[in-house]
T-cell receptor
Framework: DQQVKQNSPSLSVQEGRISILNCDYT??????FLWYKKYPAEGPTFLIS?????DKNEDGRFTVFLNKSAKHLSLHIVPSQPGDSAVYFC???????????FGTGTSLTVIP | DGGITQSPKYLFRKEGQNVTLSCEQN?????MYWYRQDPGQGLRLIYY???????QKGDIAEGYSVSREKKESFPLTVTSAQKNPTAFYLC??????????????FGPGTRLTVL
């Protein structure tokens, strides 16, 4: 049973435009969320996180939004760059828990 | 500099053989994890360990075994009982943050191919 879902397997965006990656979760007890970026044949690298006490967290070109009532989070990348082309995973965890639940990933292609 | 190392990057084994994947971290993290990634799927948790000499099964532990004799090391053995061992294996460790906000850091992965 997939508790974290990324329903778009792929996304293509023109360079300079905004990329919006979406993630839904089913467990209302999740209260910490992370985004990872992954290149082929490499391990994921941590990008940005948000805890449930916030609805927005920003780090440079990357902003994560959390809508707890909808059990939905999104990652915005502005402006998108070709080097952002990668697979993006969202993940969720319970408060104080060590276990993370990952989505299936969205492959982002930024077209020059 | 600190990080997580996995070796080797590519591993080939014959069907029916056990194989052990190495994972070492020098980040002084207490918790370590093993995930498996298959095409079109997310990361699925195999085993995790929150402390030395202790580990718990994840969602897909059947056919795998682990040990945690040292804080820095968390090797994974893929046994002959694992039905579909060919996959990309990722090791991670986590650092405790404020208010339970652990962040996981991943190694570069090992691609295992069983012939």
């Amino acid at each position: 049973d997939q508790q974290v879902k990324q329903n778009s397997p792929s996304l293509s965006v023109q360079e300079g435009r905004i990329s919006i990656l979406n993630c839904d979760y089913t467990n209302s007890m999740f209260d910490y969320f992370l985004w990872y970026k992954k290149y082929p044949a490499e391990g994921p690298t941590f990008l940005i996180s948000i805890s449930s006490i916030k609805d927005k967290n920003e780090d440079g070109r990357f902003t994560v939004f959390l809508n707890k009532s909808a059990k939905h989070l999104s990652l915005h990348i502005v402006p998108s760059q070709p080097g952002d082309s990668a697979v993006y995973f969202c993940a969720a965890s319970l408060w104080g828990g060590n276990q993370f639940y990952f989505g299936t990933g969205t492959s982002l292609t930024v077209i020059p | 500099d600190g990080g997580i190392t996995q070796s080797p990057k590519y591993l080939f084994r014959k069907e029916g053989q056990n194989v052990t994947l190495s994972c070492e971290q020098n980040l002084n993290h207490d918790a370590m994890y093993w995930y498996r990634q298959d095409p079109g799927q997310g990361l699925r948790l195999i085993y995790y360990s929150q402390i030395v000499n202790d580990f718990q099964k994840g969602d897909i532990a059947e056919g795998y075994s682990v040990s945690r004799e040292k804080k820095e090391s968390f090797p994974l053995t893929v046994t002959s009982a694992q039905k579909n061992p060919t996959a990309f294996y990722l090791c991670a460790s986590s650092s405790p943050g404020a208010r339970g906000t652990d962040t996981q850091y991943f190694g570069p992965g090992t691609r295992l191919t069983v012939l």
